[in-house]
């Protein structure tokens, strides 16, 4: 059983906002470094953004810095991507995943690391 399912993805306009959130089961989320991926028609998948296990530390990929909050609710095992000024090139599947003893860096420089994955959540920006 695959512990992510993501949704919130959706269409859309270049300036629009989008939430993604991540249900994550068969692990507490409290004592993981937390990460969001993405990956585009004919590209790799790319660390989008990645937050410590205390979320004292994140990382996001340059081409996002300014316009995507990553966050978390451990309550409810959940973590959340907003995601506002989109682009065009954000279009993609994004995907979530978790990892402990690595840095925000790391994990999201690492995508290939991950052997298990949600469905993804698809997001479109086109006027």
């Known amino acids: 059983q695959v512990p992510f399912v993501e949704s919130g993805g959706g269409l859309a306009q270049p300036g629009g906002s989008l939430r993604l959130s991540c249900e994550v089961s068969?692990?507490?989320?409290?004592?993981?470094?937390v990460g969001w991926f993405r990956q585009a028609p004919g590209k790799e998948r790319e660390g989008v953004s990645c937050s410590s296990t205390d979320d004292t530390t994140t990382y996001y990929v340059d081409s996002v810095k300014g316009r995507f909050t990553i966050s978390r609710d451990n309550a409810k095992n959940t973590v959340y991507l907003q995601m506002n000024n989109l682009q065009p090139e954000g279009t993609a599947i994004y995907y979530c995943?978790?990892?402990?003893?690595?840095?925000?860096?790391?994990?999201?420089?690492?995508?290939?690391?991950?052997?298990?994955w949600g469905q993804g959540t698809q997001v479109t920006v086109s006027s």
């Open positions: 995943a978790v990892a402990n003893h690595i840095t925000p860096q790391a994990m999201c420089a690492s995508p290939r690391a991950f052997i298990s």
């Open positions: 068969e692990l507490t989320l409290d004592y993981y470094a």
